[in-house]
């Protein structure tokens, strides 16, 4: 009988993967009510640790201005929002379901940061992004940027049946999403999982 499971190692955060897959990180943060001004108020600074993070950022949370090079990354958020702006002139504000496609190729500046739009309430973010390393031939390719924005993406929740009577509801989300089959869009050659 042949092995199935080749090797193990911890789970760690961010989540190392297997080439392509480089990287895959979940944030969770539930940030105070913002200042007025999409950051954070003086009082809750030594709040941070406390279930949530300011990362790089100073006033805004996030990841200020930074370089990528030869990858691409596929950014999920689920809540709250995220202000994207790079060196190829781009700038979206994200969130709420929305997808964003960055493909870095021969080189790219970018920021993220998680602006604190509400302040009367939590700003609660939470996203995933994956890095998908780019093939050798795509490693310089011209950088790019695409917005998928939610209400165009198909989701189905999918319902088990239950197990018995008295079984809590074990629904699941499943976001039916990928760049090759949302219709209308084109396909970049230089980007992995073109094929």
Known sequence: ?????ISTKPLESPWQGLDPFLFAVHH?????????????KPEDRAKEGQGW???HGE??????AHPHRGFE???IVLKGYVDHADSLGVAARYGQGDVQWLTTGGGVEHG?????IHTDKPNTMEMFQIWLNLPPE???AKPDFE???AENIPVSISRPPPRSPSSPDRSAMCVLWHRRRHRGLPIRRTSWPFG
């Open 53 to 55: 993070r300011m990362y």
């Open 73 to 75: 990354t596929v950014s």
């Open 147 to 149: 917005m998928f924005w």
């Open 1 to 5: 009988m042949t092995q199935s499971v």
């Open 28 to 40: 969770v943060d539930n940030h105070p009510a913002g200042d007025g001004r999409l950051g954070i």
């Open 112 to 116: 993220e940061m998680f602006p604190l």
């Open 138 to 140: 795509g490693k310089s």
């Open 59 to 64: 006033h805004v949370p996030g990841f200020p």
